[in-house]
């Protein structure tokens, strides 16, 4: 059995044939127009997936990043107040030195306790140091201000009380890998009784009485409490390093993981360009052909 065909059935078929053309062009001039081989998921679905895991691993790496600059701009200012603190305890312990000597008289001791007491002021001011708002050395408490003074009469500091907590602050820096960037006041100055020696110095400076032995003891606790901050020091010294390598490594792997996604979603312009060529010459192609089949109408007569 034979089918008739029509005017209407070649004329429709044309049409079909120039539209298909068309939008072969208009596919591949969008490429070209966003350097994307794939601009939504149904011209590669196997590649979408892939540019999409790809993308969110580069999101992922990218917050691993970003921990870890915020992590190293912390912890370079608490080592800083670190080291504030140490410089100022051993000036301290000059003084305790210098105090203990047998041929230093009362009123030496009262001048030298004058200076310890400016000094303690200092310990004071930089364990309560901020950085933009928080308060690094008040544990999670961050915006608690972590340590307050009782004043006497006089309104010399009397005694020290600890307000902030204990707990660590953690920065994730890597797929199950984080990073401590505080140091609670609580374990590094309250709980080696450091404001409390330092009073106790003060006040033996003071006294009528000085007892050297009491002093020495007293010097002996301060050396067990300034070593700690000398050890604190080493460690985030330690720990700025670790994190300069992890930063360096993370940002190789930002660039490694751009050049994936690149390689699997960026058009190959010069092939596109090709293409388009062709495309044009087959539209033409499909034009002339199409003003040889469809018949002229009544109106192209008269004309």
């Not at 907590?165 to 590094?188: A, D, L, R, S």
């Not at 901050?229 to 700025?240: M, P």
């Amino acid at each position: 059995m034979s089918f008739r065909i029509t005017q209407e059935s070649m004329s429709r078929t044309t049409l079909s044939n120039i539209n298909l053309n068309l939008k072969k062009m208009q596919e591949i001039q969008e490429k070209l127009s966003s350097g994307k081989r794939i601009n939504r998921p149904s011209d590669d679905p196997s590649g979408a997936r892939k540019v999409l895991g790809l993308k969110t691993e580069e999101l992922k790496y990218q917050q691993f990043s970003g921990n870890t600059e915020i992590a190293k701009e912390r912890m370079n200012y608490t080592f800083n107040s670190l080291e504030n603190i140490q410089e100022i305890l051993s000036k301290i312990k000059e003084l305790g030195i210098q105090a203990s000597n047998d041929t230093v008289g009362q009123s030496e001791r009262e001048i030298i306790a004058r200076e310890l007491d400016e000094l303690l002021e200092s310990v004071l001011q930089f364990t309560n140091t901020d950085n933009d708002g928080r308060y690094i050395f008040a544990g999670t408490k961050t915006s608690t201000i972590p340590f307050s003074a009782t004043r006497d009469s006089l309104g010399r500091i009397s005694s020290v009380t600890y307000d902030g907590n204990n707990e660590e602050i953690n920065y994730q820096i890597g797929p199950n890998t984080y990073i401590q960037i505080n140091i609670p006041g609580g374990t590094i100055f309250q709980d080696r009784g450091l404001f409390s020696t330092l009073i106790s110095m003060r006040d033996a400076l003071e006294s009528s009485t000085f007892d050297s032995s009491v002093f020495l003891n007293l010097r002996n606790t301060l050396d067990v409490a300034t070593d700690a901050v000398l050890t604190e020091i080493t460690s985030f010294g330690a720990k700025t390093n670790r994190l300069e390598l992890t930063s360096q490594s993370l940002e190789n792997l930002r660039i490694t993981l751009k050049e994936l996604i690149s390689y699997t979603e960026d058009a190959d312009v010069a092939s596109l360009i090709m293409d388009l060529k062709n495309q044009e010459n087959i539209l033409q192609s499909s034009l002339e052909t199409g003003a040889r089949i469809i018949q002229p109408t009544l109106l192209d007569f008269l004309k």
